[in-house]
């Protein structure tokens, strides 16, 4: 099994991007949001993107693109453990990080934070610019 199985398997399931990263370009992630602080054996990490419709953006309204946050989110898990039932089944070991439930939760700045940061590990699979 290679990284090429892995992202055709990863579209299989549903995945618009798929993204792998060798584990070394994760030594510069915050502190305690490494993956490598998460599962110390890792040697990679996988990032994936699910497409949402460009229609359900800049409506007078939030509610159709809240819908289709919520399907994709849904949609986000399963190909998740998809993925990591594939490579478990070629005999390495494989450990989901969704977004949230929040690991950390900074109610005075209103804002969460996971297991990892999902922003360098997708940066760091080739998801995309780094930015907000």
């Known amino acids: 099994m290679n990284s090429n199985d892995i992202k055709k398997q990863a579209g299989k399931c549903g995945a618009t991007l798929c993204g792998i990263g060798p584990i070394d370009r994760f030594y510069n992630a915050p502190k305690g949001f490494s993956p490598l602080d998460l599962y110390p054996q890792a040697q990679s990490a996988i990032a994936f ?30 190909i998740a453990l998809e993925i990591a039932l594939f490579i478990e089944k070629n005999g390495y070991n494989a450990v989901i990080v969704p977004s949230e439930p929040y690991e950390y939760w900074d109610s005075k700045h209103t804002t ?6 999902l922003k360098h590990i997708a940066y760091q699979c080739g998801l995309g610019a780094w930015g907000k």
């Open 49 to 78: 993107a699910k497409q949402i419709p460009k229609g359900s953006l800049n409506l007078s309204t939030s509610i159709p693109y809240a819908v289709c946050e919520e399907v994709a989110l849904h949609e986000s898990h399963r």
């Open 112 to 117: 969460g934070k996971g297991l990892v940061s």
